[in-house]
């Protein structure tokens, strides 16, 4: 144990480094060496049983590394149609075991992670399976004339009606909570404002538990001129289809559009929210391909300053977009293009024009077959950095099993469910502050101890407890403002 946490690190001896792997069709000795070793110690642990040596000790001691170590999560940026190369990766990755459980997307790229974090194992295996029947038709206009028609009459290329149809036909009814609990896998959604100021936020089963996938989904598309902005819906208590906002907000106008104008690759989000330190990243845009492209073709160093500069440029300018508005369209310029390992797509001069239109069958499959091709060149930084990550899991996940079953066994392991839509009661969730000696109050013995204090706490200010209800019974007051 001391060996492990002594020396498990993400990039150690520079391991983690994506150029290093750029020459080597397979992982270098000294890093599979190191990596099987590591391997052998987390099973080794995993199987000892020994007096001196615990279930829960063992557990708590794999949390806390895996904890370290951090985790990995694929990215898929926007694209447009272009964004059937995700697939491909995607599909590269299910097929050596790397696919990432955190899957974050923007735009078309939501459309792929959405697929992904709705269907559990077997029928994400059923679905690439048949990748050749994967529909990403989602434009409603595929001609010159249809655009300008459409343009004229409606001040967009696209009939946003015909998206959010089809998305909900692909995704079906299921919210972030929802799409978790099925799948076990955390899907992240990007999404940028269209009516105020406030910045772009990341949905997911945390910060939006009941949103409707296919409608964040449909908001993440809408891209200016291409798309009207839309409306973010979910599914309140009662199972009834309203609109997500803050109810002192329904009066006023509140939508949303396109993730890729403000957050393509929303990195910090997922860093802060779920420990993420390493990035896959699946890049589709129009105009960046060509820019990473170009990178790879001149010397690198080269590269990065040329890179370096226009983005400084970018965010030089933007300063002055509250007096010009439009230049906040250079933020789509000045973000983050590349993770630790970046597929990106070949570029074409057809590409601009394919990116707004339904890909063909045939377009389908060539753009499919690219994102492996691509992918497979990668899989060895991947490997290099994902496979003691996976052994931590498979460790994890067989040590949570063992606990879960002993306490069972004693009678002390109880799960309550909710069973009206099908999420689980939050009795579970602790705030951060519960244990903290510094706050002044009391530590809670028990999380029932801990919501009658908040109970109690909130029977002062509610409304709706008469003064009689509060001085004739207390215990009627706390259940007052429980209700």
Not at 59 to 87: D, M, N, P, W
Not at 152 to 169: E, F, I, K, P
Not at 303 to 308: H, K, Q, S, T, Y
Not at 377 to 402: F, P, V, Y
């Amino acid at each position: 144990m001391f060996a492990v946490r002594a020396d498990l690190l993400r990039n150690l001896g520079n391991m983690a480094n994506s150029e290093l792997h750029e020459h080597y069709p397979v992982v270098p000795e000294p890093i599979r060496e190191y990596i099987e070793e590591v391997q052998m110690h987390l099973e080794a642990l995993t199987n000892y049983e020994g007096p001196d040596l615990l279930l829960e000790e063992k557990l708590s001691f794999l949390r806390e590394t895996r904890h370290a170590f951090g985790r990995t999560a694929l990215v898929l940026s926007g694209g447009g149609a272009l964004g059937a190369f995700h697939i491909g990766v995607v599909k590269a990755l299910r097929e050596q075991k790397l696919l990432p459980r955190i899957v974050a997307g923007s735009s078309v790229g939501s459309i792929v992670a959405a697929c992904v974090g709705t269907r559990n194992d077997a029928e994400l295996e059923e679905l690439f399976d048949n990748a050749e029947k994967f529909d990403l038709s989602f434009f409603s206009n595929n001609t010159a004339a249809e655009f300008v028609k459409h343009f004229v009459r409606h001040g967009t290329l696209q009939d946003a009606t015909v998206l959010s149809r089809r998305l909900n036909r692909l995704l079906g009814n299921a919210t972030f909570l929802e799409a978790f609990q099925h799948s076990g896998r955390i899907l992240n959604v990007a999404v940028c404002p269209a009516d105020t100021n406030e910045p772009p936020r990341v949905l997911n089963y945390l910060t939006a538990p009941h949103v409707y996938v296919w409608s964040a989904v449909s908001c993440s598309s809408a891209f200016p001129l291409l798309f009207a902005p839309q409306n973010l819906f979910g599914r309140n208590q009662q199972g009834a289809e309203v609109t997500f906002s803050a109810e002192s907000m329904q009066e006023s106008q509140r939508r949303w559009r396109d993730g890729s104008l403000e957050e393509d690759l929303p990195m910090r989000s997922l860093s802060e929210m779920f420990n993420v330190n390493y990035f896959l990243v699946s890049q589709t845009n129009p105009h960046i391909v060509p820019a990473l492209n170009l990178k790879k073709r001149v010397n690198r160093k080269l590269g990065n300053i040329l890179e370096a500069e226009w983005k400084h440029r970018c965010r030089a300018c933007q300063q002055l977009m509250y007096v010009f508005p439009v230049l906040r369209w250079l933020k789509v310029f000045s973000q983050t293009w590349e993770g630790d390992v970046t597929m990106v797509l070949p570029s074409s001069y057809m590409q601009l024009k394919k990116s707004i239109t339904n890909p063909t069958n045939k377009d389908l499959l060539d753009a499919c077959k690219q994102g492996e091709q691509v992918t497979w060149a990668k899989l060895s930084a991947i490997q290099a950095n994902c496979g003691i990550e996976a052994t931590l899991d498979a460790c994890m996940l067989r040590l949570s099993e063992m606990v879960a079953a002993q306490k069972q066994v004693q009678g002390l392991y109880r799960v309550a469910k909710n069973g009206r839509n099908g999420s689980s009661v939050m009795h579970q969730r602790i705030p951060s502050w519960i244990n903290l000696a510094s706050m002044g109050g009391a530590r809670p013995s028990s999380i029932c101890c801990f919501l009658l204090l908040i109970c109690a706490s909130y029977a002062a200010v509610i409304p709706t407890c008469s003064s009689a209800q509060a001085a004739g019974s207390p215990s009627l007051a706390v259940t007052s403002a429980v209700a």
